[in-house]
């Protein structure tokens, strides 16, 4: 185990090291740590929240957020298992004379840090769950408990299951189907208990915060840890809690007797999750993934100069068939659906905050990265603004359609006139504008940071700047004229003349910005 | 000694590799052909210990898969992954503890850094290096334990001129202490005047195994030959 612990003492030593010796990262560091701290002591000395989903409410959601966490998890464990590891992992440590039951142990502890370093992010969460249900103040620590028990879970099942089922295309297919069914089944007893009760909410609660689910290993067992986060601990949360992190042990010893020769499975899924990372790391999160299916389609190129670049991204859509409707806008669809009917709330306005917040998470990680990382876009003969724009131009028209659909949609929800809802469009494509640009100016301005993370932060922050001033006067106008119409309006107008300035200072990045 | 008897895997109803048996005595280098697709890195995975196949490889007459096997065996897989966050020097330190290496490794890893000119290097972190660097660092990990057997995937990709001439060297002098030599790859000049047996994979099976001297007595070079035997009824 010594040698293995070298590697994890090592990576730590050099990694806080290298925060040291550079003061900007440190800041850097420091300031996000502090942005987290500062978020959530804000959420809890705000007293103003409207908290009024019941412990079955929430207990039901974080439930169902399991079920459907476990689907794709499983889902994808059939196909490619699961791995706690890395390719120098696979190269280094599984052809050294190392026991393989240390090497599993060593790669739990690196899932352990990884998933604790994705927790954090996932705190920044926490007000807008506090939003709807009030939550203790030890609630946060709960949910960190029950999330990362659960994380840590759900790759060992994977692998246990990949195991029996990797033999033969049979198993797998038995195994797809099991899978399916039960979550049919839970999907069905939503249904009927919907229909049943006659009310969508009640319906839903009574489906998914019964006994049965609640004593369900590992799902109903974590949710029930996280549910404390609301009624606040009591003895019965220790024994989940030891229920929970017993059933991991179990796990990992049923994982070790029913196969000691685990690493063809873990080399599998390695390889599978390098991939994944390094289609993360060039395309961003919601790029064209190795999982993306590509269609077969059959395309003339007609334009020349920029426009050729524009008819590549129309081109790449279709072949994605992300043209329309992809992940991002569904989600939003989804949210506002169940704000409106779950929790009759808010309205268009609301909406239109709830998706340009969803829209600037999905553009985090920026879209820019495939275009950029690829040298073809530096040598095209086309001035610099003009190649932006053409680069730019599928995604803002993206935006728009995306936007038009989704406010229709609203528009209808919640009752509102049409010019509302062209304007709630249009503003809704100026903010994925301006994350787009937004980004561009980042990698000008942060190109060199070598953490991700922190560019990310910087990334967030610099975005925040930007839309301040806009947010405020909107809210100023909404205050004294109490029109939607206005409001939006003035965010509208805000956003076309920061898009412009963004764009104008954007456009030499593809002059001056280093390929790679 | 790297024996391969009967090294048989399947992917699903795909057989990979269908029935080979191989041997890579001490002192010898062989090399491993084969067209996309032939079998070659199922062969190299299965002998890595990285996967489960029937048959059986020994590595100095112990199951390739038991810890006393490991500790003999060398290998550079095709891509070097190396850890981010750790130094050039500590992927060694780490190496000189997974084997249990007697103390005095130090000097050896100086040489070995050294001749692939990474002494000026051995303070920098994985991510920062080349790929042609990762390369280097990889072998010199393998090179470190002093290896019985020694199985390399393509090792000269990514290499510069200065480092392929050392990692020759190297493996010469690998040959003459006795150690096993595998190398696989697509460049058939890299190797030519290094190896003394030529296996040759097409389709999961071995098209062909010649010694040098058979080789040579059939005045035919392995690129000829290599040809012949993957091109025949295709």
């Known amino acids: 185990m010594q040698p293995l612990l070298y590697i994890i003492k090592r990576t730590l030593v050099n990694t806080i090291k290298k925060i040291i010796k550079r003061p900007l990262l440190l800041i850097g560091y420091t300031l996000g740590i502090l942005f987290v701290v500062f978020i959530l002591i804000l959420s809890f000395l705000d007293s103003s929240f409207n908290s009024y989903g019941s412990y079955d409410l929430f207990f039901s959601l974080a439930v169902t957020a399991l079920f459907i966490y476990a689907y794709f998890t499983l889902k994808k464990g059939i196909d490619n298992g699961s791995s706690f590891f890395r390719l120098a992992d696979v190269n280094m440590v599984f052809t050294s004379p190392i026991k393989s039951n240390n090497i599993l142990f060593y790669g739990f502890l690196k899932q352990l840090t990884q998933i604790f370093s994705f927790s954090l992010l996932a705190l920044m969460q926490v007000p807008n769950l506090r939003r709807f249900f009030s939550i203790s103040q030890f609630g946060v620590l709960i949910i960190l408990i029950g999330f990362i028990l659960y994380m840590l879970t759900l790759p060992i099942i994977s692998m246990i299951i990949y195991s029996y089922t990797s033999k033969n295309i049979k198993r797998r297919k038995i195994a797809k189907i099991i899978l399916n069914l039960l979550f049919l089944a839970v999907l069905f007893n939503i249904v009927f208990q919907i229909i049943k009760e006659q009310t969508l909410l009640e319906g839903f609660t009574m489906a998914m915060s019964t006994k049965f689910i609640s004593y369900l290993p590992v799902i109903g067992w974590n949710g029930q840890i996280i549910a404390y986060a609301i009624s606040g601990i009591t003895p019965s949360f220790y024994v989940f809690l030891g229920l929970s992190i017993s059933s991991i042990f179990l796990l990992i010893l049923w994982l070790y007797s029913i196969e000691k020769d685990y690493y063809e499975d873990a ?250 | 000694m790297l024996e391969v008897t009967t090294l048989t895997k399947k992917y699903g109803n795909v057989l990979a590799v269908d029935s080979i048996s191989f041997t890579v ?173 030529v296996l040759i994979l097409h389709k999961g099976k071995f098209a062909a195994i010649r010694t040098r001297s058979e080789v040579d007595k059939s005045q035919e070079s392995i690129e000829q030959l290599f040809f012949k035997v993957t091109e025949e009824g295709e």
Request: proline letters at 2%; aromatic letters at 10%; a positive charge.
């Open chain 2, 25 to 197: 005595n001490p002192g010898e280098i062989g090399v491993l052909l084969g067209p996309n697709g032939a079998g070659k890195s199922t062969t190299i995975k299965s002998i890595a210990g990285l996967l489960r196949f029937k048959g059986t490889i020994s590595i100095c007459k112990l199951d390739n898969k038991s810890i006393d096997a490991k500790k003999v065996f060398g290998y550079v897989p095709e891509t070097p992954a190396l850890y981010d966050a750790l130094t050039v020097y500590e992927h060694l330190a780490f190496i000189a503890k997974a084997y249990n290496l007697d103390e005095g490794w130090q000097a050896e890893a100086d040489r070995l850094l050294s001749i692939f000119d990474l002494t000026d290097k051995q303070d920098k972190v994985g991510k920062d290096l080349s790929k042609g660097m990762c390369q280097k660092v990889s072998l010199c990990c393998a090179l470190l334990i002093n290896p019985k057997v020694i199985m390399l995937d393509e090792p000269m990709i990514g290499l510069d001129p200065k480092a392929i001439k050392e990692l020759k060297k190297v493996l010469i002098q690998l040959k003459e202490q006795r150690c096993s030599v595998l190398i696989s790859t697509h460049i058939i000049d890299s190797i030519e005047e290094l190896w003394d047996k």
């Open chain 1, 267 to 516: 080399l599998v899924s390695t390889e599978f999750k390098e991939s994944v990372i390094s289609t993360k790391a060039k395309n961003g999160f919601f790029g064209i993934g190795s999982l993306t299916k590509i269609k077969s389609v059959s395309f003339t190129f007609t334009k020349s100069g920029a426009m050729t670049i524009f008819q590549r991204s129309y081109l790449e859509l279709r072949k994605t068939g992300m043209l329309l409707f992809d992940k991002v806008t569904i989600m939003i669809l989804v949210f506002v659906i169940i704000m409106r009917v779950v929790f009759y709330e808010g309205s268009i306005l609301f909406v239109l905050l709830i998706s340009v917040y969803i829209l600037f998470l999905s553009n985090v990680n920026g879209r820019f990265t495939q275009e950029l990382s690829k040298h073809y876009i530096y040598l095209i003969p086309v001035h610099n603004t003009t190649k932006l724009l053409a680069v730019t131009a599928m995604a803002n028209l993206k935006n728009l359609l995306d936007g038009f659909i989704l406010f229709i949609i609203a528009g209808f929800l919640y009752k509102q006139s049409i010019p509302l809802v062209i304007l709630c469009g249009f503003t809704y494509a100026s903010f994925g504008s301006i994350y787009l640009y937004g980004d561009l100016l980042a990698r000008k301005l942060f190109g060199s940071f070598h953490a991700n993370a922190l560019k990310i932060f910087f990334k967030i922050l610099l975005t925040l700047l930007i839309l301040t001033p806009g947010i405020i006067l909107a809210v100023i106008v909404l205050i004294n004229s109490q029109s939607f119409i206005n409001t939006v309006l003035i965010l509208l107008s805000y956003n076309i003349f920061m898009t412009t300035i963004l764009l104008l200072i954007s456009s030499t990045i593809f002059k001056y910005i280093e390929l790679g």
